[in-house]
């Protein structure tokens, strides 16, 4: 029989469902990933996103990426994105409700 250990458990769905974005995207910031996750799932909010971006970096999940752009912005010129992609870790489900969202959105395009 196997044995039950303490603490919670790794997993969780939200960051499945981040993989599963992800793993169509190939690449997006926070806001983005926010975006298609409220349009495809339940709705979370923005912070929670953002809390399983940092955890899937933590767990091998998912790879971060600064990139700093260019612009016009209140605070001054450049601003730095965060892009995320799925790292070792993710364990893509190839979800065929999120493949069709994507195939919807290239059409639009």
Do not use: C
Request: aromatic letters at 14%; hydrophobic letters at 30%.
């Amino acid at each position: 029989m196997k044995r039950m250990t303490a603490g919670r458990p790794i997993g969780s769905v939200v960051r499945q469902n981040i993989i599963e974005i992800l793993y169509f995207m190939k690449k997006g910031y926070g806001y983005e990933v926010h975006k298609a996750y409220i349009e495809l799932f339940p709705k979370v909010s923005q912070r929670l996103i953002y809390y399983h971006l940092r955890k899937g970096v933590l767990t091998g999940e998912f790879i971060v990426k600064s990139v700093k752009e260019k612009g016009e912005y209140s605070w001054g010129e450049t601003a730095e994105k965060k892009y995320y992609e799925n790292g070792a870790g993710a364990k893509p489900k190839v979800s065929s409700d999120v493949k069709t969202y994507f195939e919807k959105k290239k059409k639009q395009k």
